[in-house]
């Protein structure tokens, strides 16, 4: 079998065949850090997860580019807005970032570009689309010159016409064509800046992802990956700069695309306030509920959080870690073992089957719960020994390759510490001030014997642990 | 490089080429489960298991077989001593086995033959031997005729009159040699047993690894490995009978043994009682402390376990763990980050020269902790960023080569809520007692926000939480 991947550059489902043998040159779309991690994000990278999982299962050696977009308007305004240096800020949800990425099981990147520190690079590929006839500068600005690149529109398949009909563009006078879209902002009064052949400025969005695949992979790389969101006019414009810069073309060979989360209904957006943080998430159902509640979807389709399919992801998260519960002691050697040899066989194929259908993995689980559930009916049936274990290691590792811990829940058990804590910091403040001594010194004493010590001062009482 | 293995056999190191092109069948001796397993047996997994992750990420596909041991004379007698019928004592151990090798991060095997499984093709092995004239039934017996084969010795570099000199052979006038040895036992009164063509009986324990490593690897396999301990005899009669019946050579490419573990100083044995398990030392000590103490020294080495050996692995876990711990939010992106991308490519490089020699994990170790010390000193000069974040990611996939989870031990990093839920038990108590209904509300109310509710009875206060 091989495997097929829906490509959104030619709408088809295409057989996957690499630019080199055996390795894959990958890259995904990264946040935009200025905010927590929603759960929209924890979507997006958990598909793209099992995808670079399944590829690694395959044998390819997958090399794994995703950047950091640190500097933005978004981040601009925000870190304004908390009185906070940007740099700050970004570094603060990078580190945030990628702690719920190691949480989620998301196997990290093997390099995070940050667009601050690519400058240098991005200001040459600039001068080269200026060079190449395929930008201009303008007062400070650079654009990029939209019909100087005759595929413009390739991805999104939609000619300059439909999209400015589609568009809410501003109208800008100066631009050479509405569609122009911006390589090279001038600096303003107290944004971060760099020198540049055009004055102090800051790179655009779209330009740091081509300069970052063609620094990092290569001219022409084999699966670019984001949200469908990211179609346009953040891919399209990729493309255009990078297959301007380099006169190749495809700048990528499959690009592949997430369909979007919703909650109950409604698009997720940071815009109307209707967003739930991934951290959020992770507390409340842990990594693998989450986990399967994306994967029980084609990651093409759009996805619609509600209570009621995470509770019903958590049940399945825990169906399948139910095929580990051990066999009987009191097992039966006669039992025939022959139907569940048989059901692993046809699950290990079926997995791959569906997988190889363009990284089918609902489908993929699907079959995974047909060998649970003959596992389980093997185990009520007295059914122990080799078989059963080997049923049970290919239940793992196929779930390991979709990127389950099948660990139970430790969060379940135990509550943090740090909220009573605070009861009780907050308790002693009051005891203080109705200058109930005793009572006072017991609590700090009650929390000094739990190793937490306090510090009073007169902003107020911090605490801390050994 | 090319990855060089030192092999028994031959005493050298040799250049690893296995049979199949970029395949590796590697087969290693399992438990006898009669009793849990001690840190003799944590060693031994612990460095195949670094042994095969490293095979993995050399691009080779690994085959792992692994058997358990479940028919053999300590196994009956303890599960007599216990009133346990054998199946259930050897099904508890194996279980508990295989959930410590879970926490312990060690990968699974892709199967796990038991020897009371397997005895339809033991048997007919034995057959086999018995016809070719490599060995003889005895009244109800079966004895394998080491004078059959020219070659035995091989393994343990010994000849028979040595062997004889060095073992404690119990005299048995009815064998034809003293170093013959049972490939099948004739059934004892209450002894678990199976029909055979030489009356009910069960097979011997050397035959099974050869009867397993056959039936699921092939007659010649790359690898197989095992305690040094097991050498002579085992090793060398699982030598014996495969080569005998197959009349290949070598039933085995390359044998790979590792170093006993002994305890402060002494060989640590069931015997003499000087055991400890691998339970008591996961839950003091943590599965990447376990697995240092293991990974610091070579695998062909003895190792000495002591209190002192496993605080200081602790550190070193800690260690390594210390280098992901983020950079500053302040960071200054002006710091150069040469020297730190330099000692990253060395360590990486570095990392496989040590483990290309015979899989040196303290060498391998050593230039991860280069490595560490450079980002700790990276992050204290004020650097990060993308270089930052890309030296962590060395660390962290280098650490995962070796079976590192690098997770912070949950015991340690949070402090658990129940001892602060009760002070503030007690405290409301007091409060009431001295008639203060509103800060006791207060508490009260405090403690259903974190989802604490009490319920108060004449013996006192209880709580519970959702």
């Not at 740099?87 to 990290?108: C, G, P, S, W």
């Not at 049970?392 to 390991?400: D, K, P």
């Not at 005793?438 to 107020?460: F, I, K, N």
């Amino acid at each position: 079998m091989a495997l097929r991947v829906y490509n959104t550059l030619t709408r088809k489902k295409e057989r996957f065949v690499p630019r080199e043998k055996g390795r894959v040159f990958f890259y995904v779309c990264g946040p935009t850090v200025y905010d927590s991690a929603h759960i929209g994000h924890g979507m997006s990278y958990v598909a793209f997860d099992a995808i670079r999982r399944y590829l690694e299962y395959r044998g390819y050696h997958v090399r794994h580019v995703q950047n950091f977009t640190d500097v933005e308007d978004k981040i601009i305004r925000r870190a304004a807005e908390q009185g906070m240096p940007w740099r700050e800020l970004t570094a603060k949800y990078i580190h945030e970032f990628l702690a719920e990425m190691d949480e989620l099981n998301v196997q990290r990147a093997h390099l995070y570009p940050f667009a601050s520190q690519e400058i240098d690079h991005i200001v040459r590929l600039i001068q080269g689309l200026i060079e190449k006839g395929n930008a201009y500068p303008l007062d400070g600005d650079v654009y990029f010159r939209v019909k100087s690149d005759a595929r413009y529109g390739q991805l999104s398949h939609r000619n300059l016409e439909d999209m400015q009909a589609g568009a809410r563009v501003e109208i800008d006078e100066r631009k050479e064509h509405p569609m122009d879209f911006a390589l090279w902002k001038s600096a303003k009064q107290g944004e971060p800046s760099w020198d540049s052949p055009w004055g102090p400025g800051r790179p655009g969005w779209h330009i740091e992802c081509s300069a970052m695949s063609l620094r990092y992979l290569g001219e022409q790389i084999d699966i670019h990956g984001g949200g469908r969101d990211l179609i346009f006019p953040h891919h399209e414009n990729e493309i255009a700069q990078s297959e301007c810069f380099t006169t190749q073309h495809p700048f990528v060979k499959y690009w592949l695309h997430n369909g979007l989360l919703q909650l109950g209904g409604e698009k997720m957006s940071k815009s109307t306030g209707n967003l739930i943080t991934l951290r959020e998430v992770l507390d409340t159902y842990g990594a693998d509920a989450f986990r399967f509640f994306v994967l029980s979807s084609h990651y093409r389709r759009p996805l619609t959080f509600t209570e009621d399919s995470l509770q019903a992801a958590t049940k399945g998260a825990e169906r399948l870690r139910s095929a580990m519960r051990p066999a009987r002691l009191d097992y039966d050697p006669d039992v025939d073992a022959t139907l569940l040899l048989q059901q692993m066989e046809t699950t290990q194929s079926q997995f791959e089957e569906a997988m190889d259908d363009d990284f089918n993995t609902a489908q993929a689980l699907a079959t995974l719960f047909d060998l649970v559930r003959a596992i389980n009916q093997a185990r009520d049936d007295g059914l122990g020994g080799e078989a059963f274990l080997q049923a049970q290691g290919t239940v793992l590792a196929l779930s390991r390759v979709l990127g389950f811990r099948l660990a139970p829940r430790p969060a379940q058990s135990s509550l943090g510490a740090s909220p009573f804590i605070e009861i009780l910091v907050k308790l002693r403040r009051e005891l203080r001030d109705n200058k109930q001594w005793a009572l006072a010194d017991q609590v700090r004493d009650a929390l000094a014997g739990q190793g937490v010590t306090l510090e009073d001062s007169p902003e107020g009482t911090s605490w801390h642990t050994k």
